[in-house]
C-alpha cells in the first residue's frame, strides 16, 4: 500500500509541476513578471529570442538626443 501513495504522489507531484508552467508562462506573459525564472527554459528552447530580447532591452534603454540651445523651439514638430 505504501508504493501505491508514493506513485500517487509522484504523479500528483508531476501533474501539478506541468500545470504551473503554463500558468507561469501566462502570468508572465501579461505582466511581464517573471521573465528571470523562465528566461533559462526559453534559452533552451529557442535560443534566437535570446538576440531579440537583448534588442528589445537596448532599443528601451536609448534616450531621444537633447536638442542644442541654437535650435528652434518647433524644431521637433517639422520632422513628424
Known amino acids: ?18 500545470g504551473a508552467f503554463p500558468w ?3 502570468r508572465v506573459r501579461r505582466g511581464g513578471t517573471g521573465a528571470g525564472l523562465l528566461a533559462p527554459f526559453q534559452d533552451i528552447w529557442d535560443p534566437a529570442v ?4 537583448t534588442e528589445i532591452h537596448a532599443q528601451l534603454d536609448r534616450k531621444a538626443p537633447t536638442p542644442s540651445p541654437d535650435d528652434p523651439p518647433w524644431a521637433d514638430r517639422l520632422t513628424r
Open 1 to 18: 500500500m505504501d508504493a501505491f501513495w508514493a506513485a500517487a504522489a509522484t504523479v500528483a507531484l508531476f501533474a501539478v509541476t506541468l
Open 24 to 26: 507561469l508562462a501566462s
Open 50 to 53: 535570446h538576440h531579440t530580447q
